[in-house]
């Protein structure tokens, strides 16, 4: 097995960074059965969710930790090639800063819907796809809001997370695909997956809907590295031109 710890993380847009979200949830495990990890500023007793800020720190403490980890989390890390044209960016570091620059969905008391009302400088239409959307049967567009199964709102207020562990743990992680679609040997991973490509292998049992995406993404990425698998799905079947747009697009995790 390539990791010690298989991290699935189920993803929210939902109210503030520090909002408290029963969508926001956690399954890790260390070569067994994914078990759910709370919250760790939880008080002795108490039962509450996690904040996309407390999850951004934990990764960043997981990183600095020595163990060596592969996280999955349930968000568009990019967008669709046309967008890195529109505004004239060329690598996704670019895009990182532009993105916080315009949509600064990280500070606190900020919500994703009130920088929609001021209409940013910066967006994109429901009918632009990414090329690893495209790949799937169900994925929606990264611009696509107010819809059932809508990624939109957890994507544009995730990002600015991957750029907050970028600038804490540098080299530390590797983003995949954008810091290379090889993963150097030694080094710790997050990956943007998509939940439905998993939550129907495994049973639900007593788990929530949110629990389920989790703790399915953590199982399938322990699954596949125990049996020798993982590393095919770094090198989906691409055209040299698609994965130059992929480059900057990013792509989904076990979409091959």
Same mark, same amino acid.
């Given at each position: 097995?390539?990791?010690?710890?298989?991290?699935?993380?189920?993803? /929210?847009? #939902? *109210?503030?960074?520090?909002?408290?979200?029963?969508?926001? =949830? !956690?399954?890790?495990?260390?070569?067994?059965?994914?078990?759910?990890?709370?919250?760790?500023?939880?008080?002795?007793?108490?039962?509450?969710?996690?904040?996309?800020?407390?999850?951004?720190?934990?990764?960043?403490?997981?990183?600095?930790?020595?163990?060596?980890?592969?996280?999955?989390?349930?968000?568009?890390?990019?967008?669709?090639?046309?967008?890195?044209?529109?505004?004239?960016?060329?690598?996704?570091?670019?895009?990182?800063?532009?993105?916080?620059?315009?949509?600064?969905?990280?500070?606190?008391?900020?919500?994703?819907?009130?920088?929609?009302?001021?209409?940013?400088?910066?967006?994109?239409?429901?009918?632009?796809?990414?090329?690893?959307?495209?790949?799937? /049967?169900? #994925? *929606?567009?990264?611009?696509?809001?107010?819809?059932?199964? =809508? !990624?939109a709102k957890s994507t544009h207020a995730g990002i600015p997370w991957l750029k907050h562990i970028r600038?804490?743990?540098?080299?530390?992680?590797?983003?995949?695909?954008?810091?290379?679609?090889?993963?150097?040997?030694?080094?710790?991973?997050?990956?943007?997956?998509?939940?439905?490509?998993?939550?129907?292998?495994?049973?639900?049992?007593?788990?929530?809907?949110?629990?389920?995406?989790?703790?399915?993404?953590?199982?399938?990425l322990g699954d596949v590295d125990e049996q020798g698998f993982l590393g095919r799905y770094f090198d989906?079947?691409?055209?040299?031109?698609?994965?130059?747009?992929?480059d900057l697009e990013g792509w989904i995790l076990g979409i091959a």
């Amino acid at each position: 097995m390539n990791y010690d710890f298989h991290i699935g993380i189920d993803y /929210s847009g #939902a *109210k503030t960074p520090t909002s408290r979200l029963k969508g926001l =949830q !956690v399954y890790a495990a260390e070569g067994e059965t994914p078990q759910i990890v709370t919250s760790p500023s939880i008080p002795e007793g108490k039962r509450w969710n996690w904040t996309r800020q407390e999850i951004a720190d934990w990764l960043i403490e997981q990183a600095r930790s020595g163990k060596r980890f592969i996280a999955g989390i349930d968000h568009g890390f990019s967008f669709p090639i046309r967008y890195f044209h529109r505004y004239e960016l060329t690598s996704w570091q670019k895009f990182l800063d532009d993105f916080v620059e315009h949509w600064p969905t990280h500070e606190p008391n900020m919500y994703v819907d009130f920088i929609r009302d001021k209409k940013p400088a910066r967006v994109g239409s429901n009918t632009e796809f990414r090329i690893t959307e495209k790949w799937t /049967s169900s #994925a *929606k567009s990264v611009f696509q809001f107010d819809v059932q199964g =809508q !990624v939109a709102k957890s994507t544009h207020a995730g990002i600015p997370w991957l750029k907050h562990i970028r600038d804490e743990v540098g080299e530390a992680v590797h983003v995949w695909p954008f810091d290379g679609w090889k993963v150097p040997d030694g080094k710790s991973m997050i990956a943007e997956v998509y939940p439905s490509i998993f939550r129907n292998r495994y049973p639900r049992d007593e788990r929530t809907g949110d629990q389920q995406d989790a703790y399915a993404i953590a199982r399938w990425l322990g699954d596949v590295d125990e049996q020798g698998f993982l590393g095919r799905y770094f090198d989906p079947p691409l055209t040299d031109e698609d994965r130059r747009i992929a480059d900057l697009e990013g792509w989904i995790l076990g979409i091959a």
